[in-house]
């Protein structure tokens, strides 16, 4: 099995119908954006950078060691695309020592965009050091939790100032296409804001799952509760895909969701094209990609997503 899969590595992800497929990977380190390519990923859909800043004890990395860091990872891409999300501390992974550690309801509190938008010198350092190592390579950057339109201005704000700054320094910096994780479900329903104002958008099924069933994603005693096929989460993930599809803007999934074969028919039938996951999953996933017929699919995956009980409609899967 591992060598028959192994051999799918460099063949070109197509359905059968002969949809092409992005498949890409989710990184945590900067030397694991070389191995993502070995392992046969188009590019990297999601860099979680809070790792960089994370097991530091309040000395956090300055802008020179992140464009350090993030030009490795550009490198290692080798003219393929990365995505590199800004810093999502908070909640599931807590940043050591620094002041603001004591939540009230972490996965609520203050995580992800709102503590970069609350620690504007730290988040322009961040944006500084990724369109510095835009210039050596094709960099999308995202942005973890929006859900407020201020946000998504400020922002944006932050993005042309950190621009600027780069400008007067005389430091030489490249072009990023912007994109919003979609993860909150206000976000997920107002979706076409975001298509307004954002060149690419991925759907973060983690977090969207936790928040529109109230389910803490690191609770044991609820983990049953947790499910990717509740109705209201299908229809939230369906809802998103198609505003994108209309808008004629990119639309990826990084959550768990696009690294579990047993979704990816799904996922495509409702019209995904480019899915971001574990690079462990990349070949088994390309599988699914390589005997899937997106005709077929679509119809399936439309009923599957207004069913009572989308598990059994799963079943039928053409
Ligand atoms: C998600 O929420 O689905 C996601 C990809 O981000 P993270 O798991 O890092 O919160
Ligand atoms: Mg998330």
């Known amino acids: 099995e591992r060598g028959r899969l192994a051999r799918l590595r460099h063949a070109p992800a197509i359905t059968r119908d002969g949809v092409p497929i992005e498949l890409l990977a989710n990184i945590e380190q900067p030397g694991d954006a070389a191995l993502a390519l070995e392992a046969g990923a188009a590019g990297v859909g999601l860099f979680r950078s809070e790792f960089l800043f994370m097991g530091r004890a309040g000395q956090l990395p300055g802008e020179e060691e992140q464009y350090q860091a993030y030009r490795q990872a550009v490198d290692g891409m080798q003219g393929r695309p990365l995505t590199i999300r800004t810093i999502d501390i908070g909640a599931d992974k807590p940043l050591e020592k620094h002041g603001r550690d004591v939540f009230l309801n972490p996965?609520?509190?203050?995580?992800?965009?709102?503590?970069?938008?609350?620690?504007?010198?730290?988040?322009?350092?961040?944006?500084?050091?990724?369109?510095?190592?835009?210039?050596?390579?094709?960099?999308?950057?995202?942005?973890?939790?929006?859900?407020h339109r201020q946000e998504v201005t400020q922002t944006l704000a932050q993005v042309a100032q950190a621009r600027q700054e780069l400008q007067e320094r005389g430091v030489p910096y490249g072009p990023v296409q912007l994109g919003a994780m979609i993860e909150i479900p206000a976000a997920a329903i107002m979706v076409d804001y975001f298509l307004r104002h954002f060149d690419f958008l991925s759907i973060g099924t983690n977090d969207l799952i936790q928040y529109a069933l109230a389910i803490d994603r690191a609770d044991e005693a609820v983990a049953h509760l947790y499910d990717p096929l509740h109705p209201a989460v299908l229809q939230l993930v369906a809802q998103v895909i198609a505003a994108g599809q209309a808008a004629g803007k990119s639309v990826c999934v990084c959550g768990e969701m696009a690294g579990d074969p047993d979704m990816i028919g799904l996922l495509l039938g409702l019209g995904l094209r480019s899915f971001s996951m574990h690079p462990a999953q990349l070949l088994t996933v390309k599988q699914e990609v390589l005997r899937a017929d997106t005709r077929k699919l679509a119809p399936w995956a439309e009923q599957v997503v207004s069913a009572d009980d989308p598990a059994a409609v799963m079943a039928q899967i053409p």
């Open 107 to 147: 996965a609520l509190g203050l995580r992800a965009i709102r503590w970069s938008l609350a620690e504007p010198a730290m988040f322009r350092t961040q944006l500084r050091a990724v369109l510095r190592a835009a210039a050596h390579g094709p960099v999308r950057l995202m942005f973890p939790m929006l859900a």
